[in-house]
């Protein structure tokens, strides 16, 4: 397993941006395959991003198709979120995940179940 450490969460009003990071240690970053995830107050986890191990295959959530970016930066052992037009739906806890099984090498993977490594998250509030 890689430990998972994310950043860049916060307050801001609808409309803006945010970028989170997650920072993954260890040498072998490129062999994961990566993704995002969020819990609100009240509600289950649900997926919002992913990204392949060779980087060559997205998937977005619906909800957020569109105004959600994700990328990896190997030489930095770091995946990122850019999250634009924000809304307050959007407020949650935003936790990242990976995951070195052969599923990730090149699909992206959009099932929690996939994933075998978790990051601790980051909240992210969004004003009305």
């Known amino acids: 397993q890689v430990h998972l450490v994310e950043s860049g969460g916060g307050l801001v009003q609808a409309g803006g941006s945010l970028r989170l990071s997650c920072a993954a240690s260890g040498r072998t970053f490129s062999t994961y395959a990566m993704g995002w995830f969020r819990q609100a107050p009240g509600k289950e986890r649900e997926f919002v991003a992913a990204?392949?191990?060779?980087?060559?295959?997205?998937a977005y959530a619906d909800s957020v198709k569109g105004r959600f970016t994700i990328s990896r930066d190997n030489a930095k052992n770091t995946v990122y979120l850019q999250m634009n037009s924000l809304k307050p739906e959007d407020t949650a806890v935003y936790v990242c995940?990976?995951?070195?099984?052969?599923?990730?090498?090149?699909?992206?993977?959009?099932?929690?179940?996939?994933?075998?490594?978790w990051g601790q998250g980051t909240q992210v509030t969004v004003s009305s």
């Open positions: 990204l392949s191990r060779s980087g060559g295959s997205t």
């Open positions: 995940a990976a995951d070195r099984g052969s599923t990730g090498w090149v699909t992206a993977v959009t099932w929690s179940s996939g994933y075998e490594s």
